[in-house]
């Protein structure tokens, strides 16, 4: 296993090279670096380069970038029929933005099968929180007589949205909050949503695996345009 780069929480945002990373031979594919901090400036140095912290309560701030990357090109989106109906119905109301601060807590609390515990930590929570009043991190959410019962939330740079996180308390709900961003995602002319790394479940609804190194050019490409 290769050394891990630390970080200087007091220095300039800076990491290396992406193809420093572990990869899955190291049994942590895309761990890049350890420690800086989660401040603005460190976030959004992080995400330009298509890197993002995740981490447990008791370790120190963890870099990631791994290869391949899990992508959804929003043309690529499956709305399987059983969705198409719950949307056609008018199940939920579809809202953004209205409550980021609930949906990262339920995100960070609302369990999920084989896993303990949380990496959306106080600390996590409070950073994304201080994104989303600076206008880089946003919330889509499924409300249902007026409970919050899915969503999830990420942040936007440019032309690509980076998820992070997403919930659900009813069947289908962040389904819908998907399908709902990905129709923000078209009208917006978003041409990616970073899904970090492959589950299945995303892989159902359309996203695929592309190299880390086709991820990072299409960030150099679409970061910095609206």
Not at 20 to 39: H, I
Not at 172 to 196: F, M, P, T, W, Y
Request: glycine share 8%.
């Amino acid at each position: 296993m290769g050394a891990i780069i630390w970080l200087d929480p007091h220095g300039a945002p800076e990491f290396p090279p992406l193809e420093a990373a572990l990869t899955e031979a190291d049994g942590a594919n895309g761990l890049l670096a350890a420690g800086g901090a989660l401040s603005p400036a460190w976030l959004l140095a992080a995400y330009r380069r298509g890197i993002f912290p995740w981490f447990s309560g008791d370790q120190p701030i963890l870099w990631w970038s791994p290869d391949p990357r899990l992508v959804l090109f929003p043309e690529h989106f499956r709305c399987h029929r059983s969705l198409a109906r719950v949307l056609k119905q008018g199940v939920f109301s579809l809202r953004q933005d209205t409550a980021f601060d609930q949906v990262i807590a339920h995100c960070a609390h609302t369990p999920r099968p084989g896993q303990n515990g949380t990496w959306i930590t106080p600390q996590m929570q409070a950073a994304y929180c201080e994104m989303h009043a600076l206008g880089f991190a946003h919330s889509f959410e499924a409300w249902q007589d007026g409970r919050l019962v899915g969503g999830l939330y990420g942040l936007r740079l440019g032309r690509v949205f980076f998820g992070e996180s997403m919930f659900s308390h009813v069947s289908n709900a962040s389904k819908a909050a998907l399908a709902q961003l990905v129709e923000h995602a078209r009208a917006e002319g978003i041409v990616v949503i970073d899904c970090q790394a492959r589950t299945e479940h995303l892989v159902s609804l359309g996203a695929e695996e592309i190299a880390r190194a086709q991820f990072a050019a299409l960030l150099a490409r679409y970061i910095d345009t609206v």
